[in-house]
C-alpha cells in the first residue's frame, strides 16, 4: 500500500497549521495523490495509451502458436465488449490487434510501453495480465510459445510467475508452467491445476491456488499470502482507469476474501 503521499501531506499539514486538523486535512490530500487522485489531468489521459499496446501484444500471443483460432478472437471481441469502446476506440484496438499478429512485431517494444503505463504500480499490472488472460486461455493450456510471451511481459511488470498463476486461478483457468526453453513435455511442478485437462471453468477454484500458496502452507504463512494480495488487489488505489478495470479489481477482491474465508473455515482459524 502507498503511504508516502499520506505521511509527506501529514508532515506538511502540521507545520502549515500547527494543529491536528492540519494533519488530517494533509493526510487526506496525502491519499489522494497515492490512489492517483491529483494527478495532473495530462497524466491521467496518458492512462488511455495502455488500449493500443494491449490489443497489439493480444494478436502477438495469438498468433505465436501459428494460427488465430476463433476463440482467440471470440475472447478478443469479448474484452473489447467488457471495457465498452467507442466505435473508434474498437476499430483501433481492432488494427493494433492485426498488427500484432505480422511477423517481425516489435513486441519488447510493446512491452516496454505497457511497463511505462503502469508506471512501477503492481495494482496496474496485475490488471494488465487480468484483461489478456482470457486471450491467453482461449484454446486451452499455455503452448511454449504463449507461456514465452506471458513470462516475458511478467518479469517486465515485476510479477512473480507465482503470482501469475494465483491470478489465473481467481479467473478458474489452471496453470502449467514450461521450464525455460523446454518444450511442451517439460512442465514445470508449479500449476494451478491439470495440464492435462485444463477446462476453462472448473466447477469450483482451489482456494490455495487464489491465494498462490500449497495446501501444506503453515497459518502464518497463509495469512500473510493473503494479506499481500488483499493489498495489491485493492480497487481503491487504481485511480484514473475505465470503469470496467474498477470492477474487476473488485471482482478479484472478493475472490481473494472468499477464498481465504474458505481456507479459515478448512483450517479453523480465524
Known amino acids: 500500500m502507498k503511504v508516502l503521499g499520506k505521511i509527506i501531506g501529514a508532515l506538511v499539514g502540521l507545520w502549515l497549521f500547527r494543529h491536528p486538523f492540519g494533519i488530517v486535512l494533509g493526510g487526506l490530500i496525502g491519499h489522494l495523490w497515492d490512489i492517483g487522485a491529483l494527478r495532473p489531468l495530462g497524466m491521467q489521459r496518458a492512462r488511455g495509451s495502455f488500449i493500443g499496446p494491449l490489443f497489439a501484444l493480444a494478436g502477438a500471443i495469438a498468433k505465436s502458436d501459428g494460427r488465430v483460432s476463433e476463440q482467440e478472437i471470440a475472447a478478443t471481441e469479448n474484452l473489447m465488449t467488457r471495457m465498452q469502446m467507442s466505435p473508434d476506440q474498437r476499430a483501433s484496438a481492432i488494427e493494433r490487434f492485426s498488427a500484432g499478429k505480422q511477423a517481425g512485431f516489435a513486441v519488447d517494444q510493446t512491452i516496454a510501453e505497457l511497463r511505462a503505463w503502469a508506471g512501477g504500480r503492481r495494482d496496474l499490472a496485475f490488471l494488465l495480465l487480468d484483461m489478456l488472460l482470457d486471450v491467453v486461455y482461449a484454446e486451452g ?52 491445476g491439470s495440464s492435462q ?35 495489491q488487489h485493492h480497487p481503491d488505489k487504481l485511480g484514473d482507469v475505465p470503469d470496467e478495470l474498477k470492477r474487476r479489481a473488485e471482482e478479484r477482491a472478493r475472490e481473494i476474501n472468499a477464498a481465504y474465508e474458505r481456507i479459515q473455515a478448512e483450517r479453523g482459524f480465524r
Open 141 to 192: 493450456p499455455l503452448s511454449p510459445n504463449k507461456f514465452m510471451l506471458v513470462r516475458k511481459l511478467c518479469a517486465s511488470l515485476g510479477v512473480h510467475e507465482r503470482e501469475l498463476a494465483a491470478l489465473a486461478a481467481m479467473r478458474g483457468y489452471a496453470y502449467a508452467a514450461y521450464g525455460a526453453g523446454a518444450g511442451p513435455g517439460a512442465q514445470g511442478s508449479y500449476r494451478g
Open 197 to 231: 485437462d485444463a477446462p476453462r471453468q472448473p466447477a469450483g477454484k482451489d482456494p490455495y491456488a487464489v491465494l498462490g500458496i500449497t495446501r501444506d502452507a503453515h497459518e502464518r504463512e497463509i495469512k500473510r499470502a493473503y494479506r499481500k494480495l488483499i493489498s
